[in-house]
């Protein structure tokens, strides 16, 4: 394992997951966007976006029992993607143009009043469009270099 593996590690707390490029870990309560992004930011991490089908992957088969037991509570699990400041150009919370989606049919479809974007493991992982003060837990990402 070389330095940057190590403080990777470091950075992701015991319950994350990590490969070699990234840690993800689960807010595991339910918090709207703002209170999830601060968890997020309170671990020196930020909401996660999900760059492509691997990451989504990654992150629902690793993070699969946290999230069948959070839906038991929570329908929807809060990632790092919005439009809140162009209506229908979908942003991570790094700036840049989110360029991979996985909508469910029919979305995102919220207009102006959805602006937060989150996985339904009960929809096969897809993406829906929901209004960000809706409470549920969210996955935060840790940059490991």
């Given at each position: ?81 919005n439009d ?9 919370y790094e ?25 339904l493991p ?24």
């Amino acid at each position: 394992m070389d330095e940057d593996e190590t403080d990777a590690y470091a950075l992701c707390p015991s319950d994350g997951i990590s490969n070699s490029d990234a840690c993800y870990w689960i807010v595991p309560k339910g918090l709207n966007e703002a209170a999830v992004l601060n968890m997020c930011k309170a671990h020196n991490g930020t909401l996660a976006s999900i760059p492509n089908q691997a990451v989504s992957n990654f992150i629902t088969n690793n993070l699969r029992s946290v999230l069948t037991n959070l839906t038991y509570l929570y329908a929807a699990i809060l990632i790092g993607v919005n439009d809140k400041h162009t209506e229908g150009r979908y942003m991570n919370y790094e700036g840049e143009l989110q360029n991979w989606t996985n909508w469910d049919a029919g979305y995102p479809g919220g207009g102006s009043s959805y602006n937060c974007v989150k996985i339904l493991p009960a929809f096969g992982n897809k993406w829906h469009d929901d209004d960000c003060f809706v409470e549920t837990p969210g996955v935060c990402y840790f940059k490991c270099r």
